[in-house]
């Protein structure tokens, strides 16, 4: 076996593949016999990747696995991770890099069909990627998404985090086609990075966003199977909680100047953005009242907490229209393929 923890690079603008690599994105050659592939994006995750790498390789009716980890904690966890999991291909970046950048990274050191991505705080079942490919085997999807189950349900903070980032995704309803699902819980046919191109190198909270909106808008059909179930670990820190509300909320800016994602009127016009809070908590009430109301009233019970969250979350948000934060432009173009509809999806909601 290969010493993969020699897989290290400084700059991870820079990426440089092998020959096999056969497009402008660098993917490499496809390898048949492989029947998917998982890339983690890791940052400072020591308390959490190893649950998640011990969920990937306990998959059942996985033949051959390909496990991808980029970590940019620089603090020594990759080294660990692949002394701990020998079989699981890390790639080592010498400095903190946006999931974006660093899942392109991951994507294109895979050889998969199919590639799944999750998240160094979340835990899978055993049947997760199973699940996966076997719905896209029932139906050419651009992508198969799955629901988000909550990690925390005995912190108060962890759970007002939980509902208000993922109530769109819980496990209740039945399958749909929709045009947003959670990069935490997601796998994609390998063609889609050719067609729609990598993930844009935009904040974090803009990425789902954005590429969700452009497999869309290539026509890409997107099934969301809310039995197929990832468990999220939380921010149960009142503070932290804070903080990655004020990300998410940057990166909602950030994804509507980027992409014509619905919501443009608050970027055109930001002192409308003052009543988001509103807005949002409004539109969750609404979502919970009709999909789950056991979480609706949990929801209510919470609004000590989630105020502050979603006031934090709209302080991004102007933050995200106000500055001026370098964007890579989306990739342009595309290609015929079965998992394209002839009718182009308009991504849904303002997040």
């Not at 799944?116 to 055993?126: E, K, L, N, R, S």
């Not at 999807?141 to 005995?154: D, E, L, M």
């Not at 994804?255 to 539109?283: E, N």
Request: hydrophobic fraction near 40%.
């Amino acid at each position: 076996m290969s010493d993969k923890s020699k897989n290290t690079h400084s700059d991870p603008r820079s990426l440089t593949l092998d020959s096999s690599c056969s497009n402008d994105f660098g993917l490499r050659t496809p390898d048949s016999e492989l029947s998917c592939a998982v890339v983690v994006a890791s940052f400072k995750s020591d308390r959490w990747i190893n649950r998640c790498l011990h969920s990937l390789l306990a998959q059942q009716g996985i033949a051959d696995l390909e496990i991808v980890v980029v970590d940019s904690s620089a603090n020594g966890t990759a080294e660990r991770v692949q002394q701990n999991f020998p079989t699981v291909n890390v790639i080592k970046l010498e400095q903190q890099t946006p999931q974006s950048i660093a899942r392109n990274i991951g994507v294109a050191h895979t050889r998969a069909p199919f590639v799944a991505i999750t998240d160094h705080d979340c835990v899978v079942p055993p049947d997760w990627l199973s699940r996966l490919l076997a719905r896209h085997h029932e139906g050419e999807y651009a992508a198969v998404g799955g629901a988000v189950g909550n990690g925390t349900p005995t912190s108060a903070v962890g759970t007002a985090s939980y509902l208000i980032e993922f109530n769109e995704f819980l496990p209740v309803g039945e399958p749909r086609l929709v045009t947003m699902v959670p990069h935490c819980n997601v796998c994609f046919r390998r063609e889609v990075f050719t067609t729609v191109g990598p993930f844009v190198a935009v904040p974090p909270g803009a990425e789902d966003l954005v590429f969700n909106f452009l497999l869309c808008q290539q026509g890409g059909r997107i099934l969301f199977d809310p039995a197929i179930v990832v468990e999220h670990i939380n921010r149960t820190a009142f503070r932290r909680f804070l903080r990655h509300q004020r990300l998410l909320g940057l990166g909602s800016a950030v994804a509507r100047q980027t992409v014509a994602l619905k919501g443009q009127v608050f970027i055109r016009h930001p002192s409308l953005a003052y009543s988001l809070p509103l807005v949002r908590l409004v539109r969750t009430v609404g979502r919970l009242l009709v999909n789950n109301r056991p979480a609706l009233l949990r929801y209510l019970s919470l609004l000590p907490i989630l105020l502050p969250g979603h006031a934090a979350w709209t302080a991004g948000f102007l933050t995200g229209v106000r500055k001026a934060i370098p964007v890579t432009p989306p990739a342009q173009g595309g290609i015929s393929a079965p998992w394209k509809s002839k009718a182009r999806a308009t991504p849904e909601d303002t997040r």
